[in-house]
């Protein structure tokens, strides 16, 4: 089974800032990765597939990188709305998510 | 647009069993996708608990598989999620989702707004 590892657990940032969330994978996942993003009360959304791949929607200011064992999801300046917590997941495994918070 | 939404008992009691259903609208539910739950306990991370496929192919998370059945009803379109004897372990909000492959990866790209479940006696 696939382990997934997200650092930090909780990013402290100011809007406009730009946000640098990791996953890493207990072993090579290739790009078969994907992040969502889930606000208080309200059920995930997927943000990008296959590691890179914006999802339907998701503004450009999402970017996602990486492979095999190391990912990144990049949010180059953060929108109020962009305050959430973000989960990496491949197959039915996911990563124990990253908390994004205002500073 | 595909929708999906959870209905079902808020509250279950201890050693009993928790039952919802997903109502899927806007396509169906014979279409070549897993159909799946998850759960997130209070202050939690997310669980798979398990998929079907409209063929009746079901596949569970080993942890719970001596608990879960899945089930599916194609002319009512919606699919169903059991557990029994549930314990202080199984409160969470459950979601269904539905999961296919994006690309070359399976996601959930669309899910239920997520139903809260309760165990107290």
């Known amino acids: 089974e696939i382990v997934l590892t997200q650092s930090p657990a909780t990013l402290s940032l100011s809007p406009g800032e730009r946000a640098t969330l990791a996953c890493r994978a207990s072993h090579s996942v290739s790009t078969y990765l994907a992040w969502y993003q889930q606000k208080p009360g309200q059920a995930p959304r997927l943000l990008i597939h296959?590691?890179?791949n914006r999802a339907t929607g998701i503004p450009a200011r999402f970017s996602g990188s990486g492979s095999g064992t190391d990912f990144t999801l990049t949010i180059s300046s953060l929108e109020p709305e962009d305050f959430a917590v973000y989960y990496c997941q491949q197959r039915r495994n996911f990563g124990g998510g990253t908390k994004v918070e205002i500073k | 647009q595909v929708q999906l939404q959870e209905s079902g008992p808020g509250l279950v009691r201890p050693s009993g069993t928790l039952s919802l259903t997903c109502a899927v609208s806007?396509?169906?539910?014979?279409?070549?996708?897993?159909w799946t739950w998850v759960r997130q306990p209070p202050g939690g991370g997310l669980e798979w608990i398990g998929e079907?496929?409209?063929?009746?192919?079901?596949n569970y998370n080993a942890s719970l598989k001596s608990r879960v059945t899945m089930s599916l009803d194609k002319s009512k379109n919606h699919f169903s999620l059991k557990l029994t004897s549930v314990t202080a372990a199984d409160p969470a909000v459950y979601y269904c989702?539905?999961?296919?492959?994006?690309?070359?990866?399976?996601?959930?790209?669309?899910w239920g707004q997520g139903t809260m479940v309760t165990v107290s006696s």
């Open positions: 989702a539905r999961a296919r492959i994006l690309g070359a990866t399976y996601t959930f790209d669309i």
């Open positions: 806007g396509g169906s539910i014979s279409s070549n996708n897993w």
């Open positions: 296959d590691a890179s």
């Open positions: 079907i496929h409209h063929s009746g192919t079901t």
